[in-house]
């Protein structure tokens, strides 16, 4: 069920990738492939796995104690908040040194909408990652599937109404 999702997610990616590279300018499809680039490596490098530690600590708590899960997920909550902020602020103080790696000082403009989107997908990793565990995998994949299809109906709109790059990235953050 998972590996269907994903798959629909990746069509999905895909879609959203044709849309977007056929609405706009090489330079606008850039800075968006840049802002992807940047949340992907910051996510990967801040979560370090750790949206997988549900899948692993909350049986473990299920074979002790109902209430041990509660608490387990809790402070699992707390560390990914305490992550959440540490990137937030290293990538905010250490951002021109992003922007000189990628060359594109234009990317000041989008750092509160990266910060925001690292955030996001930390957050909504760890959230699936508690669904599976606690044996909600068809409700973290109708969730996936659902923001996947509504992602590409966000962007043929945004595309058709803004034709702005800037509103593609923002509205999906929104979704």
């Known amino acids: 069920l998972i590996?269907?999702?994903?798959?629909?997610?990746?069509?999905?990616?895909?879609?959203?990738?044709?849309?977007?590279?056929?609405?706009?300018?090489?330079?606008?499809?850039?800075?968006?492939?840049?802002?992807?680039?940047?949340?992907?490596?910051?996510?990967?490098?801040?979560?370090?796995?750790?949206?997988?530690?549900?899948?692993?600590?909350?049986?473990?708590s299920n074979e002790k104690e109902k209430n041990a899960a509660e608490k387990i997920v809790r402070n699992l909550y707390?560390?990914?908040?305490?992550?959440?902020?540490?990137?937030?602020?290293?990538?905010?103080?250490?951002?021109?040194?992003?922007a000189n790696y990628f060359d594109n000082q234009n990317l000041f403009q989008y750092r509160c909408i990266i910060l925001l989107m690292a955030v996001e997908q930390i957050f909504y990793s760890f959230y699936s990652g508690i669904q599976i565990s606690q044996h909600r995998a068809i409700r973290a994949t109708l969730t996936n599937l659902f923001r996947s299809l509504l992602t590409v109906i966000d962007t043929i709109i945004v595309c058709k109404i803004f034709q702005c790059i800037f509103a593609v990235i923002v509205s999906t953050l929104i979704v």
């Not at 997610?9 to 879609?15: G, L, R």
């Not at 590279?21 to 940047?38: C, E, H, K, N, P």
């Not at 992907?40 to 949206?51: K, N, P, R, W």
């Not at 707390?78 to 959440?84: D, M, N, P, S, Y």
Request: aromatic share 16%.
């Open 3 to 60: 590996l269907i999702t994903n798959c629909i997610t990746y069509i999905a990616t895909m879609v959203n990738t044709r849309i977007i590279s056929g609405s706009f300018s090489l330079t606008d499809y850039g800075y968006r492939a840049q802002v992807i680039s940047i949340v992907t490596i910051m996510v990967s490098v801040f979560s370090l796995g750790f949206a997988n530690a549900p899948n692993f600590f909350i049986p473990l």
């Open 78 to 98: 707390l560390v990914t908040f305490g992550i959440c902020v540490l990137m937030c602020i290293i990538i905010w103080f250490g951002f021109s040194t992003i």
